[in-house]
């Protein structure tokens, strides 16, 4: 059972005086107050009181190797060793390395560029296609995260009743700030809906761009057939689909979504897992795309000339976080399905817990994460989603964090290498104490 988490709310008194709200991220926040740790191990946090965790939050999915893994040590610590530098500022070989890995499994990236988080990586990804297509406007599908920045920061997470027809969704900004320019140049299409189809052909002149993430917010997956005739449907009409698989690189396959559905989008955009907890992107897609940000065309260099995409950054494919990084794929070449089955055990022993007190639960996700969802309705897209008994959730994830689950409310589970017997059985231990005190 977990103390009390006084030094939790005294730390949170004092990060007011320092940053907004406490925090430097909005998403590190829910109520009363976020839980402040200080320490982590293997599948393991420790807070500031000294209450252990087992952890399924994993940095939002991307500690796939789980906290402080040996092998991770190791590589940073090699890098360090050989180079006697964390920051070249210069080409270096990890970063041909690191991209040979990345093209293994994502044959679809025939060239890459590296950035310094997957909310960058998008941001790149949008601005190659525009420069491509020469059409500005994109289309992204109502529920799908893929950054904070304005030109994609709409529809989220909207109010069902102020978002329009399911089939029809409204641009509705997600957060204060975002214009009304991004508004009209964003339109914003149903998931698993064959609606979104009729709204691309309709826009099929404006839209340089469908972006999306095949498993929308990393457990609701995209039906095959939606898949396949979004794909047949963005080349007819010339329009480049861009998966965003930030959520699912190297946790739903080590292919990602591409893998799954056998569908190569003309750009991917990937992030969390690749760094090993480090800040990391890739953009990576067709050369014809990608060859818009070359440095050099027409045996011109034109670095500072409008002949060429600009794409810079002082970090991006930093050598520490890509030797991590290939470190992490390593690993996970012989751990990956170890990972995925210690995930099914856990998703099918919650939803037996749930089926013999007549509760409707699903586990929905596939690979190596999901989402505990309460509602016997099939759920696939947001608006599906919004019917689910979220009050019920709530209290299931406050009953947990008391017994040492961590996994922030509503939010989905990630398991490591690390998740073993051990931590499914605490966790179902938990689980069955929350049902009996109903």
């Avoid at 991220?25 to 965790?53: Q, R």
């Avoid at 950054?147 to 709409?154: N, S």
């Avoid at 976080?321 to 998703?347: C, H, P, R, W």
Wanted: net charge negative; glycine share 10%; aromatic share 10%.
């Amino acid at each position: 059972m977990i103390k009390r988490m006084n030094q939790s709310l005294a730390y949170m008194d004092r990060a007011k005086q320092v940053m907004p709200g406490g925090v430097t991220a909005n998403i590190k926040y829910f109520e009363p107050h976020p839980i402040v740790m200080k320490k982590g191990h293997g599948a393991y946090l420790t807070d500031v009181d000294d209450n252990e965790y087992v952890d399924y939050l994993l940095s939002y999915g991307s500690l796939m190797l789980g906290h402080g893994h040996p092998v991770i040590k190791h590589a940073i610590q090699s890098q360090l060793d050989t180079s006697g530098t964390w920051l070249f500022g210069t080409p270096h070989e990890l970063e041909a390395d690191f991209g040979e890995k990345l093209k293994q499994y994502f044959p679809s990236m025939e060239l890459l560029r590296y950035t310094n988080s997957g909310t960058e990586a998008t941001l790149l990804a949008l601005r190659l296609a525009a420069t491509y297509t020469g059409k500005h406007k994109i289309a992204k599908f109502e529920g799908h995260y893929h950054g904070g920045y304005d030109q994609v920061l709409l529809s989220v997470d909207p109010d069902v009743n102020e978002a329009g027809p399911a089939e029809e969704p409204l641009s509705v900004p997600a957060s204060k700030g975002v214009g009304a320019y991004h508004q009209d140049h964003t339109v914003i299409l149903p998931f698993n809906h064959s609606y979104a189809f009729e709204l691309l052909k309709h826009h099929r002149d404006e839209i340089g761009v469908v972006v999306l993430e095949p498993i929308q917010s990393g457990f609701i997956p995209a039906q095959k057939v939606f898949m396949e005739e979004l794909r047949r449907l963005t080349k007819d009409l010339g329009i480049v689909l861009l998966f965003d698989e930030v959520k699912t690189g190297f946790r739903i396959g080590m292919g990602g979504a591409q893998g799954y559905y056998g569908i190569e989008p003309d750009l991917t955009a990937l992030g969390k897992v690749i760094g090993a907890g480090f800040p990391m992107g890739v953009v990576g897609g067709k050369r014809e795309i990608l060859m818009e940000s070359a440095p050099v065309k027409n045996n011109a260099t034109n670095l500072s000339s409008k002949g060429v995409l600009f794409h810079s950054g002082t970090y991006n494919g930093h050598p520490m976080i890509l030797a991590a990084g290939l470190a992490t794929i390593q690993v996970l070449e012989n751990e990956f399905d170890f990972v995925v089955m210690q995930t099914n055990e856990l998703k099918q022993q919650l939803e037996r817990l749930f089926a013999t007190k007549g509760i409707a639960m699903q586990a929905i996700g596939i690979g190596a994460m999901f989402n505990i969802v309460f509602t016997e309705e099939k759920v696939t897209n947001y608006r599906e989603y919004q019917i689910a008994d979220f009050r019920l959730r709530k209290d299931l994830d406050a009953h947990l964090l008391k017994e040492g689950i961590y996994a922030k409310p509503c939010n989905r589970y990630s398991l490591s290498t690390q998740h073993g017997e051990k931590e499914i059985e605490k966790t179902v231990t938990a689980v069955t104490g929350f049902l009996n005190q109903m």
